[in-house]
């Protein structure tokens, strides 16, 4: 990759993240509580990818779901539920490629079933 390629990269990538900051400050509350605070378990929790793209595409998603939201004055209650936990395991699922507990989740359940497997007993699962 050329230098000129990863600085675009990086300063696109950049410009995406405070683009999205500065949309999901603009939300009115309840709005941006409820997406600060989403943001902040999705980061917490290690829900989300590595991949620059699909991170900036699903805050993207996030504030755009928000905002319609918002401009329809459609209760939080509504859009998340009872449960704001499953509500970001919903919504992140649609994003797992890079998902960091996606993958974690992938390779636990490769190792069991290696172990539930013929050829458990003959090596390392590794």
Known sequence: MRFTDLA?????????WRAYKARAKALPEPYRTAVAAIEKYMM????????????SQM???LADLFEQAAADKTPV????????????ETFSANYADGN?????ESRLRDTFTYLH???????DPS
Request: hydrophobic share 40%; glycine share 6%; charged share 40%.
């Open 8 to 16: 675009e990269k990086i300063i696109g990538d950049k410009r995406r």
């Open 44 to 55: 917490n929790a290690a829900i989300v990818s590595n991949d620059a793209d699909v991170l």
């Open 59 to 61: 805050f993207e998603d």
């Open 77 to 88: 209650h509504d859009i998340v539920g009872d449960d704001p936990v499953e509500f970001v």
């Open 100 to 104: 960091w507990k996606a993958k974690a």
């Open 117 to 123: 497997s013929p050829d458990a007993a003959d090596g």
